[in-house]
């Protein structure tokens, strides 16, 4: 069984720039996380998907995060514009469905914004 | 305001002895633990995961303990190996949410 894919596995860009990120869940899997992790934090959750509706965005910055999951399978996070402090590994996971407690994480997405 | 905490950012143990990682919560809502481990360049992969219900939860040489009156969880890991070297998280969940509040994370090193 494939695991999540994440990619690019690594981006810099300065900052007030654009990026985005691509996240492909494990096959059949309704739900789908992105979280941030900051240098010596644990992972943050940024929102959660379940087939293609949002469950929980409460802690997405929205004024310059966005994030589509349009067929429910693969998702994107975008951020735009970049600051200093989106500097960290963003993470997706997924799950077999939002009632599942084991999530399956992807090799995350190293950002550093100069 | 850190809801789950692991307060050792590092751990050295030799192979072959006992390893015990803690965490503490402070949210008396959160009912479902689990610990997740990480390599260097890779995501957390699940280890094992405790309700509130059970204090404790075994899984070959790793164990959970849950402590509800302290609010505390422990992760045993007997024998210790080299390969368990990684980063270890807990992470906390309150009942029907299905988000996880995770802790800052503790490396261990096994040495040989």
């Known amino acids: 069984e494939a695991g999540v894919a994440q990619s690019p596995r690594y981006k810099i860009i300065e900052k007030r720039q654009s990026v985005a990120f691509w996240c492909n869940p494990i096959?059949?899997?309704?739900?789908l996380y992105w979280y941030q992790q900051i240098l010596g934090q644990g992972p943050k959750l940024l929102i959660q998907?379940?087939?293609?509706?949002?469950?929980?965005d409460s802690q997405l910055p929205k004024d310059r995060f966005s994030a589509e999951r349009l067929k429910g399978v693969d998702s994107t996070l975008k951020i735009q514009p970049a600051k200093l402090e989106d500097s960290a590994v963003y993470l997706c996971a997924s799950s077999l469905d939002h009632s599942s407690y084991e999530q399956y994480f992807g090799p995350g997405t190293r950002l550093t914004v100069t | 305001d850190q809801q789950v905490k692991q307060n050792s950012p590092s751990l050295s143990v030799q192979e072959g002895r006992i390893s015990i990682l803690n965490c503490d919560y402070t949210?008396?809502?959160?009912?479902?633990f689990l610990w997740y481990k990480k390599y260097p360049a890779e995501g957390p992969t699940f280890l094992i995961s405790i309700s509130s219900i059970k204090d404790k939860n075994e899984d070959g040489r790793f164990t959970v303990f849950l402590n509800k009156s302290a609010k505390h969880l422990s992760l045993h890991i007997v024998p210790s190996q080299p390969g368990d070297s990684a980063v270890y998280f807990c992470a906390a969940s309150v009942r029907g949410t299905y988000k996880y509040i995770f802790g800052t994370g503790t490396r261990l090193k096994v040495l040989a």
């Open positions: 998907f379940q087939n293609n509706g949002v469950v929980d």
């Open positions: 096959s059949g899997h309704a739900t």
């Open positions: 949210n008396s809502m959160f009912d479902y």
